[in-house]
């Protein structure tokens, strides 16, 4: 129980069955959840159809790149963002095996297109290790001059 | 723990600068219903969600906003770059300038400093998740406007990008909020 009876939450859990609420909305499965793919997703700014909300007539694009490095990375804000919005979603639904399973798949891509990244361009994390220390001078997002 | 990602949520190619919308548009880093506070809204508030589910979504909605906030302050840093000192007077930037330069500092679009005083963080989950929905509808609402101030589509693609998360962010607050007070319902 979350809750007691005053209406206090019960800040530290104290059985297991704490959490097994009789409470079905976001515990059933969602078989049926439906996304966008992954370039769809990330020109709307939203995976989930049923969420999407249009702003007056703007039909979304997906941005222009100027060179290999933006398309390379493109891919990968594409699969993070992907990710991400699985992520938010799992957290409230962690029972969603079907949800699971393509965030995983998502995840495998991320790591190996990443890897990729870093072998033409430098690290993206600081655990990405190359030949010499690039960290510091591989371009930072905010200096656009260099992407 | 943080680690950081050398890369922004969605690509920028702002190519024209814009002196007015950066005056605007700085609003979603240091304004009332910007990033930064969205951030740190969700980070303070994390600490006293009672499950799982709140402690998952309030951490890492927070370190999403924390990426836009770093958007937020790209887009401005590209809008002013090339920018005089005439034009940045013709804007009513020359006051920002005083302070600032062409540097980056959390403020309104009327000046106003960023204040911790712009969230809350009741130690209650029902009022911390009110607000929190509040606060996704109201940074919609910013980006609207901002929408309807801007002509350049490398303005608008962004902009109509973030007023989108914050359409995602709304609706898991309010599927949470939900949750607890059914829960709460069924404890009585």
Known sequence: ?147 | MYKYFKSLPYPLNIKCKDLKMAKYIITQFGGANGELGAALRYFSQKFSMPDDKGRSLLNDIATEELGHAEMISTMVKMLIKDASLDELKEAGLDSYYTEHGKGIYPIDSSGVPFTASYFASTGDVFADLSEDMAAEQKARATYEHLINLATDPDIIAPLLFLRQREVVHFNRFKELYDYYKKSLNCSK
């Not at chain 1, 129980?1 to 939450?9: I, K, Q, V």
């Not at chain 1, 995840?107 to 890897?115: L, Q, Y």
């Open chain 1, 1 to 147: 129980m979350l809750f007691d009876t005053d209406g206090f939450y019960l800040a530290e859990k104290k059985y297991k069955d704490d959490y097994d609420f009789k409470v079905s909305i976001l515990n059933e499965p969602c078989s049926r959840l439906k996304i966008y793919d992954l370039s769809e997703a990330f020109k709307k700014g939203n995976l989930f159809p049923s969420l999407y909300d249009e702003y007056k007539c703007y039909k979304p694009e997906l941005p222009k790149c100027r060179t290999e490095r933006e398309k390379a990375l493109l891919e990968l804000q594409m699969l993070a963002f992907s990710i991400g919005d699985l992520n938010l979603y799992l957290d409230l639904h962690p029972n969603d095996a079907y949800a699971y399973q393509i965030f995983k798949e998502y995840v495998k891509e991320f790591k190996k297109k990443k890897e990729c990244f870093t072998k033409v361009y430098g690290p993206l994390t600081l655990g990405s290790l190359t030949d010499d220390y690039e960290w510091s001078y591989s371009p930072w997002p905010w200096e656009e001059e260099r992407l």
